[in-house]
């Protein structure tokens, strides 16, 4: 049963859904045992990744955050006009909420319902966007992304608009992607809408270098998801065993990010033995781009039509308001 009670900001809402526990043991080492090893992008994200992360988007070769922000920043009076009046806005997987204060004043919905699995740095986050717009009603649910259709999403006279920015759907398979937004598409109802962030095919030099920054920040964001294993597990990896690689997979339409063991060598996970040979890899993360009628036709496949694209000068990144249109 979800519970509500009162956040730390007496003006939030919250609800915890009690996202489901997974049996991380069991997912990596299934990652582990097939012929090409992968691990989930999640296991980037521990409090050091996070961190690593919000380094990442500071780099001078990676874009999207800058180019997002931007759009965002120049173009929220144009997205007003979409959402239309009291409208509801919800963010699934909101994390600090950066991305929505941008666009607050402009929009001035009349809810927000702000989703994340992680209670504590929603709970932080929520508040901060409560101390900031007072007068906004805030609903603050600990969810995961399999959880969108048991939201407790407040009535409204107004719109439903999910918001996805930061080209989170980036590490989504063509497949899930799809299941995604079938998922946001019924959440949001035959009036509802979607304003979504999503990173452009582009040339191969500028995902390359986007990728491996000079200053080594995405390498070692990809070697913590090793050290976060060794603690979690645990599991006794050697970084210095291992290193970064990270290339434009351009018939795939992703940049893969992968761990590449750099002699033969044995690791212990969770009491298992995994061997690895010298230049063999864990593939630990995809980050799909799209072009436009890419986008266009997974939008429409699931329930929406583009009505709107907005991107930065050089045409790097988009932002979508995309329509509910009759399934
Ligand atoms: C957070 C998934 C959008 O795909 O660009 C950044 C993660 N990985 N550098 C992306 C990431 C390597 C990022 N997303």
Redesign the pocket.
């Known amino acids: 049963m979800p519970n509500t009670a009162t956040a730390i900001d007496p003006r939030v809402t919250y609800t915890n859904m009690h996202p489901p526990r997974h049996d991380l043991v069991a997912e990596v080492l299934g990652g582990f045992s097939q012929p090409q090893k992968t691990l989930s992008?999640k296991f980037?994200y521990d409090e050091q990744g996070s961190q690593l992360?919000e380094a990442?988007t500071e780099q001078p070769e990676?874009y999207?955050t800058r180019s997002e922000r931007m759009v965002l920043r120049n173009k929220a009076g144009e997205i007003a006009d979409h959402l239309g009046p009291d409208a509801t806005l919800i963010e699934p997987g909101c994390g600090s909420c950066e991305k929505v204060r941008l666009l607050l004043d402009a929009l001035q919905p009349a809810h927000y319902l702000a989703m994340d699995i992680s209670a504590d740095f929603l709970l932080n986050s929520a508040g901060e966007v409560a101390q900031a717009f007072p007068d906004l009603d805030i609903q603050a649910v600990c969810a995961d992304f399999s959880q969108l259709d048991q939201l407790p999403v407040p009535d409204s006279s107004g719109r439903r608009v999910v918001f996805f920015p930061?080209?989170?759907l980036?590490?989504f398979s063509p497949a899930m992607a799809q299941r995604f937004l079938s998922a946001v598409r019924h959440l949001v109802g035959d009036d509802g809408g979607l304003l979504i962030g999503v990173?452009r095919h582009k040339d191969t030099r500028i995902l390359d270098a986007a990728?491996n920054d000079q200053a080594g920040v995405?390498a070692a964001?990809n070697l913590n998801a090793l050290t976060h294993l060794n603690r979690i597990l645990p599991a006794d990896f050697d970084t210095n065993r291992f290193s970064h690689r990270?290339f434009y997979n351009t018939d795939a339409r992703r940049?893969e990010?992968h761990l590449r063991s750099e002699c033969d060598q044995m690791v212990h996970c969770a009491g298992e033995a995994i061997t690895f040979r010298e230049g063999e890899t864990i593939h630990s993360?995809n980050?799909y781009k799209y072009t436009h009628d890419q986008f266009d036709r997974l939008a429409r496949t699931t329930g929406f039509r583009v009505e709107s694209e907005w991107s930065d000068a050089q045409s790097l990144f988009s932002v979508y308001f995309c329509r509910a249109a009759p399934v």
């Open positions: 992008p980037f992360f990442i990676y999207p930061g080209s989170t980036g590490n990173d990728y995405t964001f990270a940049v990010m993360e980050s």
